[in-house]
Structure formats: structure tokens, C-alpha cells
């Protein structure tokens, strides 16, 4: 959920990392959503897979952020 204080964004495209040893790994991030923006305490959360995959190694990770947003309380009863 994004609003008037918050913004909500992801990378598109491929995306890789080449090491010295010409090993070459594609990764994908999952969606990033900053709130704060305007006022209170500014906050990065993820949600979604951080995917890793190694081709020449016939490996993959696969790292999964998930937030919940919990409204603040209006008022406590005894």
C-alpha cells in the first residue's frame, strides 16, 4: 500500500554481476517501498524475492522479504 507518504518502486531490465574469473550471475530484487516521505520516521521495506542465479555453477538463491504494515494504535483501553 503506498499513499502520500510513501513510495513504492522495483528494478526492470537485467541485471548481473561479472566477477574477475569472467563467472557471470543474473539477479532479480524484489519491490522497495520507502515511506516517510514527508513526515514521521523514514522506512525502506521489501517484499518479494531477491533471486540469484549462477549459470556456469547450476546454482541459485532465492531470499524472501516480507513486511506487514501495522497501523499505529488510537487509543488503549484499560
Known amino acids: 500500500m503506498t499513499g502520500v507518504n510513501s513510495v513504492k518502486g522495483w528494478r526492470e531490465g537485467k ?3 561479472i566477477f574477475k574469473d569472467g563467472t557471470k550471475m543474473n539477479y532479480n530484487t524484489p519491490e522497495m517501498r520507502i515511506g516517510g516521505i514527508v513526515m ?3 522506512t525502506l ?3 518479494g524475492n531477491f533471486i540469484i542465479k549462477d549459470y556456469k555453477n547450476k546454482i541459485e538463491s532465492n531470499t524472501v522479504f516480507n513486511y506487514r504494515v501495522i497501523l499505529p494504535l488510537k487509543k488503549l483501553i484499560n
Open 15 to 17: 541485471n548481473f554481476i
Open 45 to 47: 521495506n521489501y517484499n
Open 40 to 42: 514521521g520516521d523514514r
